[in-house]
T-cell receptor
Framework: KNEVEQSPQNLTAQEGEFITINCSYS?????LHWLQQHPGGGIVSLFM???GKKKHGRLIATINIQEKHSSLHITASHPRDSAVYIC???????FGTGTRLQVFP | EPEVTQTPSHQVTQMGQEVILRCVPI?????FYWYRQILGQKVEFLVS????????KSEIFDDQFSVERPDGSNFTLKIRSTKLEDSAMYFC???????????FGSGTRLTVV
């Protein structure tokens, strides 16, 4: 069974700061998902990546398959980025514990 | 943008009662999933469904749980006799390819009293 660990568990930042959230997993995978859970509970898929780097707006996700590690970066963070960020691995999706991000103006 | 719709958004039920949580996946998706999240804990996989049958289920998904796709559009999760520990947020998700491009519903918050 794949174990998925995230760090940090909680993160506070000032608006404009560069944010990094880390995810590591124990069993080799073909791809990894990054998800965002809004304060109201809804879950949105941000990225699925299997190698290298993906960018969407101010969000950048990287993965190192050999090291079993992925990072999610947020550039120029904004209060609307406040949410829980979750990594998840196949199959059927095994979720990490999430990183609660709060960005203050 | 297509959405996965879940109803109701909140449900309160008495212990021992049956509940049915409903989901309408995206119309051209083939794979359907239920997950649950107990308050303060991580999201956990319950069951996946493909080609009108369960393809995988977790140890949480015991005989008290069942899933159905009764009419080609709805995808339901039934809990036969609810327990206090079934209180959680339940998420439905779907995709067109296994392990790719998940779309989640906004969840049903189930409270068992």
């Amino acid at each position: 069974k794949n174990e998925v660990e995230q760090s940090p568990q909680n993160l506070t930042a000032q608006e404009g700061e560069f944010i990094t959230i880390n995810c590591s997993y124990s069993v080799g995978i073909s791809a990894l998902h990054w998800l965002q859970q809004h304060p109201g509970g809804g879950i949105v898929s941000l990225f699925m990546l299997s190698s290298g780097k993906k960018k969407h707006g101010r969000l950048i996700a990287t993965i190192n398959i050999q090291e079993k590690h992925s990072s999610l970066h947020i550039t120029a963070s904004h209060p609307r980025d406040s949410a829980v960020y979750i990594c998840a691995v196949p199959d059927k999706l095994i979720f990490g514990t999430g990183t609660r991000l709060q960005v203050f103006p | 943008e297509p959405e996965v719709t879940q109803t109701p958004s909140h449900q309160v039920t008495q212990m021992g009662q049956e509940v049915i949580l409903r989901c309408v996946p995206i119309s051209n998706h083939l794979y359907f999933y239920w997950y649950r999240q107990i308050l303060g804990q991580k999201v956990e996989f319950l069951v996946s469904f493909y080609n009108n049958e369960i393809s995988e289920k977790s140890e949480i998904f015991d005989d008290q749980f069942s899933v159905e796709r009764p009419d080609g559009s709805n995808f339901t999760l039934k809990i036969r006799s609810t327990k206090l520990e079934d209180s959680a947020m339940y998420f439905c998700a779907s995709n067109s390819e296994h392990n790719y491009g998940y779309t989640f519903g906004s969840g049903t918050r189930l409270t068992v009293v």
